[in-house]
């Protein structure tokens, strides 16, 4: 009997492979060019869009969801247009403009360097090239500059740069500078596909741990291979395998015996690829270069979260680790001196049934001694030695500092948002965040 449910685990698991295929990432419906209308740009060999995020939060960068643009006309010169963007961090529509070295950022109000031109490749495809009228940043003194991301000596880079030319580059698809448009309508209709396509990925790798376990997954197996499944369905199935991998796992959880299910739940909550997947919102910075495998946010608000989904019910205690530093170093030093309970702006926060729980992020001071640790990046501030920069943040955080960061939810309905955010900046603010966790204390209400 044990060989013969083996037998047909492995033939399910073989079924599951043979069906990957009928899950495809979705296509993103293109458009041609037309100024005066609202696009989104998609960076086509990147697979991201414009947005915001990295340095204050409001430099040009790609990621998974994107700002809505305006393209239009400059009267004295018809092939040269203005930009401008709709940035979620500012709340208003803006112009993208280029600055030092060729960085760009999205907050613009009047500055110069803000036009471009809009170059057809065939295909739907275009090229950004800076343009004149900008009195620095144009063909005439940087000929052939483009706008895209440089892949060179770090692929997982979302910052964008103004200055790639391609007689400059230095490798075959270095510079990622080919641009789609698409309509606002068909930007919602792919974000609701890639929701769909990421969804029934995480069913069929559930599936296959179930199959592993000799669990009766047949019902759920239907629907994965149906391609036309809808996300109710999906998350359904995935609720319905869940509960038949860990739900005997749980029964026993309590405050005595809880239970960590970060790696069920939440993805990417370590940050080991140096890489935003799974994350929402706001586009937090990371180092591949360095390798620290955190993230931050500097000199900006922000709202980052990710959704949880097809949670047993009972009561979880999200934790994350992490600091805010309430301006620069010597003006957090006086905000230390005098109290800083009236600035700790940043905050943690879970959202489910309606309500949400919060909790000052913890203070850059809270994790500090007056011995240093040691490490690259640290420095002295008053009486305390502080982090300054993300691999002494790293040190910091392997050094088992800033674990303070903790709130208890009561979930429900099996949804449960975890996040952090911001919406009053001081001057040079920065936090620094990283190592995720959710554990599961069961039904009955710990005394934490």
């Not at 376990?213 to 019902?219: P, R, Y």
């Not at 050094?399 to 099996?414: K, P």
């Not at 990283?434 to 554990?439: A, E, G, K, R």
Request: proline share 4%; hydrophobic share 35%; glycine share 10%.
């Amino acid at each position: 009997m044990k060989r013969t449910l083996l037998l047909c685990a492995a033939g399910l698991l073989a079924h599951i492979g043979s069906h990957a295929q009928g899950w495809e990432y979705p296509r993103l419906e293109t458009s041609e060019f037309a100024a005066g209308q609202e696009f989104y740009l998609y960076n086509v060999h990147a697979g991201k869009f414009y947005t915001e995020g990295n340095a204050y939060g409001t430099q040009g960068s790609l990621g998974s969801t994107g700002l809505k643009c305006r393209f239009e006309e400059n009267p004295e010169a018809p092939s040269v247009v203005s930009i401008s963007n709709y940035s979620v961090a500012k709340g208003e529509w803006m112009t993208p403009y280029i600055t030092t070295n060729g960085a760009l950022y999205v907050d613009g109000i009047s500055q110069a360097d803000r036009y471009w031109q809009v170059v057809p490749q065939g295909d739907n495809t275009y090229k950004l090239m800076m343009s004149s009228p900008n009195p620095v940043y144009n063909q005439e003194n940087y000929p052939g500059a483009l706008l895209g991301l440089d892949t060179f000596e770090d692929s997982t880079r979302t910052v964008l740069a103004c200055l790639l030319m391609e007689a400059e580059e230095p490798g075959e698809g270095v510079y990622q500078t080919d641009w789609y448009l698409a309509t606002p309508e068909a930007y919602k209709k792919f974000q609701t596909d890639v929701e769909t396509y990421k969804t029934a990925l995480s069913l069929g790798e559930l599936l296959k741990e179930a199959i592993s376990a000799e669990k009766d997954v047949e019902e759920e197996q239907a629907v994965y291979d149906n391609t036309a499944s809808t996300m109710d369905e999906l998350n359904a199935a995935i609720g319905s395998v869940t509960e038949k991998l860990i739900g005997g796992s749980l029964e026993d959880a309590s405050e005595d015996h809880p239970v960590d299910v970060t790696d069920l739940f939440i993805t990417n909550p370590t940050y080991d690829t140096n890489s935003n997947e799974g994350w929402s919102g706001s586009v937090p910075g990371l180092n591949a270069a360095a390798n620290a495998q955190n993230a931050e946010f500097f000199y900006t608000d922000f709202d980052y979260y990710q959704d949880l989904k097809n949670l047993p019910e009972g009561y979880y205690l999200v934790s994350l680790q992490g600091f805010y530093r309430a301006g620069l170093p010597a003006e957090a030093l006086t905000h230390k001196q005098e109290g800083e309970d009236g600035v700790m702006y940043a905050e943690l926060y879970a959202t489910t049934g309606g309500s949400t729980s919060t909790t000052p992020l913890q203070s850059i001071f809270d994790g500090a001694t007056a011995e240093p640790l040691g490490t690259e990046g640290e420095i002295r501030n008053g009486d305390y030695y502080t982090p300054d920069g993300m691999t002494a943040a790293a040190a910091y955080f392997a050094a088992g500092r800033y674990e303070g960061n903790q709130v208890l939810v009561h979930v429900t309905d099996g949804q449960l948002r975890i996040g952090i955010r911001k919406n009053t900046t001081i001057r040079r603010d920065w936090v620094m965040f990283d190592n995720w966790s959710l554990t599961y204390y069961g039904t009955e209400k710990p005394n934490l």
